[in-house]
């Protein structure tokens, strides 16, 4: 071969280069069009370069230098296409933004009484306890007499009681349900009755016509104050953390006897004080006792052969003392600001 037919070959690639470059319709033709031109494997200028050993010495500067040349002018013609095919190219499937934020769904979170309800019944439910419910709209003998409440009690005034009718009551209390319960399962009983109870009283800072109560109650043979005391004691340790100081008051429910309230030193101040425990120390967490023997033979049982305890808490003051709420009117409004900060 000769220099001249050397550069002649580079004149025809040159040449015929553009218009197949410019024929390469999407980017696939394009890849192919480049590997007829200046691949390594088989591409035309490859082939042309193969002849440079055979020219004479003197004659293979130049031609290399007009290899590159021709390989440059390809190399941009190829570029230029290229670009122009990647920003036409309609993408392939639908198109998504990875970089994007995603778009945040509000999922909703568990009130804040309804996480006190939770984990008491768990503590209790780790004691072998079952959940018993009865109905909002009562019958007054569950809702008082059964429970021992004398004929001209006070609660029953209907200044406290929302009356339905002559006999039916929306329940003041969940210890309606401890009736219920001895009525239809025999003992031994354990259950937790959770649920809503209602008072005549206006909404104010510290006060709601509907609120949530947590009953407990205990009923075998032999069952003892005694065991009232290590069970709540327990449970306040579990619940509030495990240092927990308890104390029991003496009290007085017309369905105990005795009564006891169980007060548990202050979380905020740890006992020396503050306005949370009224400066006081301790925080009064429920009512207690053991069953009146008037209360297990209204429910039919024999108060000679039985023995129980019970207790009562309201799971809105633990939240409230819990989360320093400073209105429990904040508990009933339904305020997605409010109810959003409450997770598991
Ligand atoms: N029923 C009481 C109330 O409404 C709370 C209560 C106190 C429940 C003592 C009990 C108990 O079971 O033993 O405030």
Redesign the pocket.
């Known amino acids: 071969m000769t220099l001249a037919e050397f550069i002649a070959a580079l004149d025809l690639l040159a040449a015929e280069a553009p218009a197949r470059i410019a024929a390469a319709a999407d980017l696939d033709a394009w890849t192919e069009v480049r590997n007829a031109l200046v691949g390594r494997q088989s591409g035309r200028l490859t082939d042309i370069m193969s002849g440079l050993g055979a020219l004479p010495k003197e004659d293979r500067r130049e031609a290399g230098q007009r290899a590159n040349g021709a390989k440059a002018a390809i190399d941009d013609a190829l570029e230029v296409r290229r670009a122009a095919l990647a920003a036409a190219a309609p993408a392939s499937g639908p198109t998504i933004d990875p970089t994007l934020p995603a778009r945040a769904r509000w999922k909703g979170a568990v009130h804040p009484v309804s996480l006190v309800i939770d984990e008491v019944v768990e503590i209790f439910r780790e004691l072998g306890f079952t959940i018993a419910l009865g109905p909002e709209a009562e019958h007054a003998w569950y809702n008082f007499g059964a429970l021992n409440f004398p004929d001209d009690h006070p609660a029953m005034d209907l200044h406290d009681t929302l009356y339905l009718g002559e006999d039916q009551v929306l329940r ?4 309606p349900v ?1 009736v219920r319960t001895l009525q239809q399962y025999p003992p031994p009983v354990r259950v937790l009755a959770p649920g809503n ?1 209602y008072r005549r009283d206006f909404f104010d800072p510290s006060h709601a016509p509907m609120f949530a ?1 947590i ?3 205990v009923v075998d043979e032999g069952v003892s104050f005694a065991d009232l005391k290590a069970t709540l004691a327990h449970f306040a340790r579990r619940f509030f953390g495990a240092g927990t100081k308890t104390r029991f008051r003496p ?1 007085y ?1 017309p ?2 006897e005795p ?1 006891a309230e169980m007060d548990v030193q202050c979380g905020v101040c740890s006992g020396a004080g503050c306005s949370v425990c009224k400066q006081s120390g301790w925080v009064e967490i ?4 053991m ?1 009146h023997p008037a209360v297990l033979e209204a429910a039919g049982l024999d108060s000679e052969r039985y023995t129980g ?6 799971p809105a003051r633990t939240a409230i003392s819990r989360h320093g709420i400073p209105d429990i009117r904040i508990l009933y409004d339904s305020d997605v600001r409010f109810l959003d900060q409450f997770t598991r």
């Open positions: 003041t209390h969940t210890s401890q109870v109560q009953e407990g109650l009290s429910f369905f105990t009564s429920l009512g207690s006792g069953v305890w019970a207790f009562g808490m309201g």
